[in-house]
């Protein structure tokens, strides 16, 4: 039995993922320290849990006052 509602995004939404995947990613030295050192002390947890432990670690990095350059 299929279903008969297809769900579609919504055009806000695709304009906002087109605008997302467009723009140019880079990545910095520090950052992916950050990132090895999250993956390498939780070689057990699923890739999302990682990926939001990094993106946790790389934004505590950001606040702390030693990276604001005061």
């Known amino acids: 039995m299929q279903n008969p509602i297809s769900l579609q995004p919504a055009g806000r939404i695709e304009a906002l993922k087109e605008k997302m995947l467009s723009e140019p990613r880079f990545i910095s030295i520090e950052q992916a320290r950050i990132i090895t050192e999250v ?3 939780n070689p057990n947890d699923p890739k999302q849990l990682l990926r939001a432990k990094s993106l946790a670690a790389a934004l505590d990095s950001l606040k702390s ?4 350059g005061n």
């Open 39 to 41: 993956y390498r002390a």
């Open 65 to 68: 006052p030693s990276n604001r």
